[in-house]
């Protein structure tokens, strides 16, 4: 990983330097035609189906959960675990307004959808083995009601997710059943992926993959870093994006040391680096990657802390590598800790630049950060199989410069596995000339 890669994702020798090219060859450009297609209509149906096959099973564990926790309710708040159970999908940008629905309660028989008059039609048609129960933003005057008809007298709550204020009127509004505080059960369960869902991470994978090969031609010296990101925004939903995975980063120069800055007037100049972080949704699962551009020749400064992220990120695949090959023969995966460390290793050995301050790596799927984490206080415990998370070590010089690389690997030790689905090159690249 420390050197070039050419358009298919193969280190070039010698850390070659990629520069604008007629064609898309290993001397050029990457070309949209490089990465696979947009998901077809018999794609998307197949997914669905998948999902509709899969989901007694996940509620089968969950209760299986309950059961051992006794309890005999799961009350859910968060939207990914409501698609994911039953298929009911609120958009991320319609939570704040959806008021109590995509609320859902689990018990040992029955799964029930919380939605006003907005949503009882859509539920109804996504989640058709689910009862649906009308609250509009009552739903502490509801709970006596919801409870009743269940049978529940002590239910495990996303507590994490709660507001104390709507904890304290659910517990007085029905004083008989017990809340249980609980955390992870159900994002636990979703860290480790169904092949349907790799399946989907992958194809979102793949239009991010195409929209910033055919941005690249757009780079130039001047044009804004908020022009850019539009423009990437643009090309992945018209790309086969059914939405953005998060808001396009675009970071010019010394912006790109803000590892969560946001576009802004800023010009892209010759001589600096061009930071772009960005992801797109397909079927509800996204992608998550990270590229750091060089608008010109880079400076000597920037070329070495490229080379060193590179080599961070490198170690850490290697060793991910090394693993799967290990647990062929018995050898627990590691955790997320270790892997952290060995990429934090290879940036303090260097001593010239500070180390990152985020963490390595973390799932996605339904919600852009997940389990499993691969950070410094991640769990001490192996990390699962067969699960998809980002690698993306950084060294950012405040109000100089910044490098990240972000790719998604596929991890899944059965198989033998350790796969790049982000396929984007990751060597050095210029543009704007």
């Not at 990914?80 to 319609?94: D, K, P, Q, S, V």
């Not at 290879?346 to 691969?374: C, K, M, N, Q, Y």
Request: glycine share 10%; net charge negative.
């Amino acid at each position: 990983m420390s050197g070039a890669r050419d358009a298919a994702g193969a280190a070039t020798p010698g850390g070659a330097v990629t520069r604008p090219g007629a064609g898309h060859n290993a001397q050029g450009w990457p070309h949209p035609a490089d990465f696979a297609a947009p998901p077809t209509e018999s794609d998307l149906e197949r997914w669905a189906e998948a999902d509709r096959a899969a989901r007694p099973m996940r509620l089968a564990r969950l209760r299986a959960r309950m059961a051992a926790a006794g309890v005999d309710g799961y009350f859910g708040v968060r939207r990914e675990h409501m698609r994911y159970l039953t298929g009911f999908a609120i958009a991320e940008n319609e939570v704040a307004s959806a008021g109590d629905s995509g609320k859902f309660l689990v018990t040992a028989d029955d799964s029930v959808c919380l939605a006003d008059s907005r949503y009882t039609i859509q539920a109804t048609r996504e989640a058709p083995d689910a009862r649906i129960f009308d609250c509009y933003r009552a739903l502490a005057d509801r709970w006596p009601d919801l409870v009743a008809e269940t049978g529940v007298h002590r239910v495990a709550v996303e507590g994490g997710f709660v507001p104390h204020a709507t904890w304290e009127r659910l517990a007085a509004a029905a004083p008989g059943v017990e809340l249980v505080p609980v955390e992870d059960w159900v994002e636990a369960d979703r860290q480790t992926k169904e092949p349907a869902e790799l399946e989907r991470v992958a194809a979102a994978c793949a239009v991010a993959d195409r929209a910033l090969a055919s941005l690249l031609p757009s780079i130039r010296p001047g044009v804004t870093e908020a022009e850019l990101a539009l423009d990437l925004e643009w090309r992945m939903r018209t790309g086969g994006a059914e939405a953005l995975a998060f808001d396009v980063a675009c970071l010019a120069g010394a912006e790109a040391a803000l590892p969560h800055g946001s576009p802004a007037g800023h010009p892209v100049r010759r001589g600096a680096v061009l930071l772009f972080d960005f992801g797109a949704q397909v079927a509800g699962y996204r992608s998550d990657m990270t590229r750091t551009l060089f608008v010109g020749d880079p400076t000597e400064r920037d070329l070495g802390v490229y080379e060193v992220v590179a080599a961070s990120q490198g170690a850490a695949i290697a060793a991910l590598e090394a693993a799967v090959a290990a647990s062929r023969h018995g050898v627990p995966l590691p955790d997320g800790r270790s892997i952290d460390a060995i990429s934090r290793s290879v940036i303090e050995a260097d001593g010239r630049w500070p180390v990152f301050g985020h963490g390595l790596g973390h799932g996605i799927g339904l919600a852009t950060h997940e389990l499993p984490s691969l950070a410094p206080r991640a769990a001490e415990t192996p990390l699962p199989s067969p699960t998809v998370f980002s690698v993306e070590p950084g060294i950012y010089l405040e109000g100089e410069t910044g490098v990240r690389i972000e790719d998604l690997v596929i991890l899944d030790a059965a198989a033998g596995r350790l796969e790049q689905i982000t396929r984007f090159p990751s060597g050095v690249l210029i543009v704007g000339t």
